[in-house]
């Protein structure tokens, strides 16, 4: 059972639209992550949040933003979606770093 | 040097066989490591998770840690065809972050 939920799932946009990725998380964890990976390829952290109010860059530069408003909720936003922007977009929260991550289903993204 | 590499594999190992994947991470300060398994087209899953030098056992799972060797192992005993999938080796990081390699692709031949 998901205890972490994106949406949407699958996604086709148009070029220079604006979307947001929702992930929303029912297990009070302070600690949110967004990562890009492509098809047979490495994660690459874009975005983390350590609570509300707090949010920094990941490792991997990206044209997308974040907020954390509230504990439970951490939106991607790209405002002028591209082809380049077209991958899978995966959240995760942990609570402690004793234990790993766990991850929402993810969205795929195409951009057209 | 990566933080944390792997072997991309792929790994083919005959169905009932041990798989055995491999881990090497660079920061001699890490405290807490993490196998995730991942299918294709999916999240990745947390499978198993290792603080301590040794041997950690989780029904067909075994995670080996060695910290002076900075390398950490799974063992896949009596590999079946849904195991296959590709690994990820995490390492917790600077920052409360895990880092991951780049996974192994493990293939089970029934």
């Known amino acids: 059972e998901a205890d972490i939920y994106q949406t949407p799932r699958y996604l086709v946009i148009g070029t220079g639209k604006k979307i947001t990725l929702e992930c929303s998380q029912t297990?009070?964890?302070?600690?949110m992550y967004w990562y890009q990976q492509d098809p047979g390829m490495e994660l690459h952290l874009i975005h983390y949040?350590?609570?509300?109010?707090?949010?920094e860059k990941g490792d991997l530069s990206s044209e997308s933003t974040v907020s954390r408003i509230r504990t439970e909720h951490f939106p991607l936003t790209l405002e002028s979606a591209r082809p380049s922007h077209t991958s899978q977009y995966l959240c995760?929260?942990?609570?402690?770093?004793?234990?790993?991550?766990?991850f929402g289903s993810g969205t795929r993204l195409t951009v057209v | 040097q990566k933080e944390v590499e792997q072997n991309s594999g792929p790994l083919s190992v005959p169905e009932g066989a041990i798989a055995s994947l491999n881990c090497t991470y660079s920061?001699?300060?890490?405290?807490?490591f993490f196998w995730y398994r991942q299918y294709s087209g999916k999240s990745p899953e947390l499978i198993m998770f290792?603080?301590?030098?040794g041997d950690k056992e989780d029904g067909r799972f075994t995670a080996q840690l060695n910290k002076a060797s900075q390398y950490v192992s799974l063992l896949i005993r009596d590999s079946q065809p849904s195991d296959s999938a590709t690994y990820l080796c995490?390492?917790?990081?600077?920052?409360?972050?895990?880092?991951f390699g780049a996974g192994t692709i493990l293939r089970v031949k029934s």
């Open positions: 290792i603080y301590s030098n």
């Open positions: 297990m009070g964890h302070d600690k």
């Open positions: 995490a390492v917790n990081g600077i920052g409360n972050k895990l880092v």
């Open positions: 995760a929260s942990r609570d402690d770093r004793l234990y790993g991550y766990t």
């Open positions: 920061d001699r300060g890490s405290q807490s």
């Open positions: 949040s350590y609570g509300v109010n707090s949010t």
